[in-house]
């Protein structure tokens, strides 16, 4: 029986340096029914001409150019004229492992429907990878190999955008790549999340993420905190508040106060706490910051952790266990 055919998205924009690389590792799966769909997105360097070498010798490769203007564009677009019943992303500027396609497609072959393939990834650069990249690769990959993706999605992203394959009816029952929401990647997870698409165990590195000063992760505005702290009071909004909860805010710095005034637009009643000294007691947006202490006064609450300190986090962590509080239920961590 002919394996399904695997529709791989990719947008592109002067990346000429890294596509090479690209292509030649798609080339080189080891599972061969696929498609590429790769997208010009107004390139003024030699991306175009190159990609076009490769579609005319290799018809597997299908070169358009965006109409519209950024990813979620070309995505709409590569999706689009896709036709394949499995769906992965590839970033232009990566590496696929030979065994990548291959071990995504046998994990939705063999759980089906409702389930999200997910593969380890590896930070790469030629100037070395700095600490933050390493302990975010760390951290994702641990959640990966257990399936347990979920359990943090407050924190970061965590399913890679390079590196997940689902169905074809299941991204479009979550509405694939419509919303013209940014960081583009972490709302289609959440939204994977809200449909109760479960994420499949993975234990292999199959993916090579590339780190560079330029790459737009890094420099675009649509990826500045600013929007993924609003995309996740946004989601937190339409998935795991509860009405018949105190919403506890804890941190009083950026994260939280951007928080608050999202409450606020929103009528939502808060409480605020922290355990800076020199905040505790003054007003905010009309609202007094409390001792952390008082969230044992504070019934039926869900706390909301914007506090990034790794220590603080851990003194946070065995409080809310003192009080027999529950994660997701009780409280989530936002940092």
């Known amino acids: 029986m002919q394996k399904p055919l695997i529709s ?4 592109f924009k002067n990346t000429a340096n890294y596509l090479v690389e690209c292509l030649d590792s798609i080339l080189n799966q080891n599972y061969t029914n696929w498609e590429l769909l790769i997208i010009d997105d107004h390139s003024n360097d030699d991306s175009y001409s190159l990609v076009k070498k490769y579609s005319e010798k290799d018809n597997r490769i299908k070169l358009y150019k965006n109409d519209g203007e950024g990813i979620i564009s070309a995505l709409q677009l590569a999706l689009k004229n896709s036709s394949g019943g499995f769906i992965t992303r590839m970033d232009s500027d990566d590496i696929m492992l030979p065994n990548k396609l291959e071990v995504l497609a ?69 509405d694939a790549f419509n919303p013209c929401i940014y960081p583009e990647d972490y709302d289609l997870t959440f939204r994977f999340y809200k449909h109760g698409f479960k994420c ?41 508040y509860n009405e018949d909860k105190i919403p506890v805010i804890w941190g009083a710095g950026t994260k939280g106060k951007l928080m608050a005034k999202l409450f606020l637009e929103h009528e939502i009643s808060f409480e605020w706490i922290c355990d800076n000294p020199n905040k505790i007691g003054r007003d905010i947006y009309g609202k007094e910051l409390l001792n952390f202490e008082s969230l044992a006064t504070i019934k039926n609450s869900q706390s909301l952790i914007t506090v990034a300190n790794k220590d603080a986090q851990k003194q946070i962590r065995k409080y809310l266990a003192k009080l027999n509080l529950e994660p997701i239920k009780d409280y989530i961590f936002f940092c």
């Open 106 to 174: 046998n994990s939705l072959l063999q759980f089906g429907k409702q389930h999200v393939a997910v593969g380890l990834v590896e930070y790469f650069s030629e100037h070395g990878v700095g600490e933050g990249y390493k302990s975010y690769e760390t951290w994702l990959n641990n959640l990966t190999e257990t399936g347990s993706n979920y359990n943090e999605i407050y924190k970061e992203c965590v399913i890679p955008s390079p590196c997940w394959m689902l169905h074809r009816d299941d991204l479009i029952a979550c």
């Open 200 to 240: 499949i165990p993975c234990d292999k590195v199959i993916h090579k993420w590339r780190d560079y000063s330029t790459r737009t992760s890094r420099t675009h505005i649509h990826y500045a905190q600013n929007h993924f702290t609003t995309l996740k009071v946004n989601h937190y909004l339409g998935i795991d």
């Open 8 to 11: 791989i998205l990719t947008p």
